[in-house]
């Protein structure tokens, strides 16, 4: 006999994962960047696509992820208390995002390749776009507060290519709702009819 999780159970190990996969990766690129790149005025983030993955697939937990990327950046580099605001509640502004992915919108996701690229920019630009806000609102002149738009285009690419390649794993992009719907539906026609 199977023994199968529940949806909170698979949503739990699946945010967990994310998580994970986002307090390593973002480790990682901030203390190589500092270490072997410590004058260069640019830095690399996966962030901004974890957090489009995270939105798609389960909505507003992909707002965690910024945040928990942001502080992960900062507490890595050594941040102030004040930088660990900007960047953990300034990459909160993707969460504006959420109309765009409703679960009866999942099918769109899986097909459409640009929309998907576009939606892990249009993440990055709200979160560089909610530091800048942040930075401001905490005494910031706005030269040096425009810095997270010029400093994170690596990051940028970064996110595009990393969306373009989930992109084409079944699943990955897709709302896991509907994603769990659609492989039992496919299991059961197929126990059914048999293969295909």
Not at 7 to 12: E, F, M, W
Not at 148 to 162: A, G, K, N, P, W
Request: charged residues 20%.
């Amino acid at each position: 006999m199977k023994r199968q999780i529940s949806v909170s159970q698979y949503r739990t190990i699946d945010l967990t994962l994310f998580a994970f996969m986002t307090v390593v990766f973002e480790s990682v690129t901030a203390l190589a960047g500092a270490r072997w790149f410590p004058k260069e005025a640019w830095e690399v983030s996966v962030t901004g696509a974890l957090s489009a993955v995270v939105l798609v697939r389960w909505g507003w937990p992909g707002g965690l992820i910024g945040a928990l990327g942001g502080a992960v950046r900062c507490l890595a580099l050594g941040g102030s208390p004040r930088q660990l605001l900007v960047y953990a509640v300034g990459n909160l502004a993707c969460l504006a995002l959420l109309p765009l992915v409703k679960p009866e919108r999942s099918e769109r996701w899986r097909r459409d390749t640009l929309r998907c690229m576009g939606f892990g920019g249009l993440t990055l630009l709200l979160q560089q776009t909610g530091r800048v806000l942040i930075s401001l609102c905490l005494g910031a002149g706005l030269p040096e507060a425009l810095c997270f738009y010029t400093t994170d285009v690596l990051s940028m690419l970064f996110t595009l290519v990393i969306l373009w390649i989930v992109k084409r794993l079944d699943g990955v992009l897709e709302n896991q709702t509907c994603y769990l719907a659609r492989i039992g539906r496919e299991s059961r026609e197929t126990d059914e009819g048999g293969f295909r």
